[in-house]
């Protein structure tokens, strides 16, 4: 059955760097499009990124567009998430899934940007 456990979040200052691993397992992960999710409190999943089977296509929400950076590693089944140049509007529980979700969410994980 289908797994995602989502790993790599934590406080970082403004400005700085955190790179978030999606660890896939029970499905053919090299098949789907995936993409990282963010939700506030109180508010709706909202799609971050996403990324091509392959890997050769990427998108990216405008807010973070030029500062995140998505990517896979098929041989491993992970996804993950580079984030650079953090804001405190990033702070958020991060979750990974299919582009659209393909089943039941992961734990997430939290990121706060704070100084």
């Known amino acids: 059955q289908e797994q995602l456990v989502e790993s790599g979040g934590g406080l970082v200052q403004p400005g700085g760097s955190l790179r978030l691993s999606c660890a896939a397992s029970g499905f053919a992960f090299e098949a789907y499009y995936m993409g990282w999710y963010r939700q506030f409190p109180g508010h709706e999943r909202e799609l971050v990124a996403s990324?091509?089977?392959?890997?050769?296509?990427?998108w990216y929400a405008n807010s973070v567009k030029g500062r995140f950076t998505i990517s896979r590693d098929n041989a491993k089944n992970t996804l993950y998430l580079r984030m650079n140049s953090v804001k405190p509007e990033d702070t958020a529980v991060y979750y990974c899934n299919g582009r659209p979700p393909l089943g039941p969410w992961g734990q997430g994980t939290q990121v706060t940007v704070s100084s």
């Open positions: 990324i091509s089977n392959g890997g050769t296509i990427t």
